[in-house]
């Protein structure tokens, strides 16, 4: 059996709307309630999410229904990768960081979460009338998509894949450097993982992860209309986070 692909595309949609939402972590009822309120229709709309659909938040398990619905296309964050790894990762570091759901399933439960969670990709690139948009969870480890297309897809050597799926789902450099260089041959990319208080766009690359999933309830879901690249709620005039 062939390893799941690590980039996907998605052609354009031609009867809805397409759209992308930050880290989720276990909070469904929260997200449903914001698809609610823009008139997300799923026999004709899309959502894109840039991972991190479990752990911290009381809703966990629901990932499996989510996961089932045809309109529902997320990537893989880092913690979504934590169940990949269940049986060799670091269980401390993932208790820590809000993995008690898992640890007390059942075996077989956790070994049919890790089969579910492996066919998320790394990337995911959806056509729009306006041009290419990629998604991933944290950054993009290149100044160009087109080489991220190429890592993903090629014969990358495992030590060095290793290293740029890590980057795609850790990394913070972009953000916490400021840097708005952006990445190129692609009209935007979209990515979560670095909470802020409202979406930055650095360059062409869109970060946001508003906190929807706060447990104070202090964020809340920004949804990002990937043909037309506005937000709602809309993106205040001036950014600050
Ligand atoms: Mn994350």
Redesign the pocket.
């Known amino acids: 059996m062939s390893a799941p692909p690590l980039l996907k595309r998605f052609p354009a949609n031609t009867v809805g709307r397409d759209f992308a939402v930050g880290?989720i972590h276990g909070h469904f009822t929260r997200l449903q309630a914001a698809l609610d309120a823009i008139g997300f229709d799923p026999a004709v709309d899309r959502l894109f999410s840039v991972?991190?659909l479990v752990d911290r938040g009381p809703e966990c398990e629901e990932v499996i229904k989510w996961l089932n619905k045809p309109w529902f296309h997320p990537v893989r964050?880092?913690?979504d990768d934590y169940v990949c790894r269940y049986d060799t990762c670091d269980i401390g570091n993932w208790l820590h960081n809000g993995g008690s759901w898992f640890l007390g399933l059942p075996s077989l439960e956790q070994a049919n979460y890790q089969v579910m969670f492996n066919e998320l990709p790394i990337a995911i690139e959806v056509e729009t009338p306006e041009g290419l948009v990629g998604l991933l969870?944290?950054d993009c480890p290149f100044p160009s998509w087109f080489e991220l297309q190429f890592e993903l897809t090629g014969a990358t050597e495992h030590k060095r894949l290793k290293l740029v799926k890590n980057t795609c789902?850790?990394s913070r450099n972009r953000i916490e450097f400021g840097d708005a260089s952006g990445v190129a041959d692609v009209r935007a990319v979209v990515c979560?993982?670095t909470p802020v208080r409202q979406p930055v766009v650095l360059g062409n690359v869109y970060h946001i992860d508003t906190g929807g999933w706060f447990p104070d309830e202090s964020g809340h879901f920004t949804l990002l209309d990937l043909q037309t690249l506005a937000a709602t709620p809309p993106i205040p005039a001036k950014l600050e986070w």
């Open positions: 880290d991972g991190d964050g880092n913690h969870h944290a789902m850790w979560g993982h």
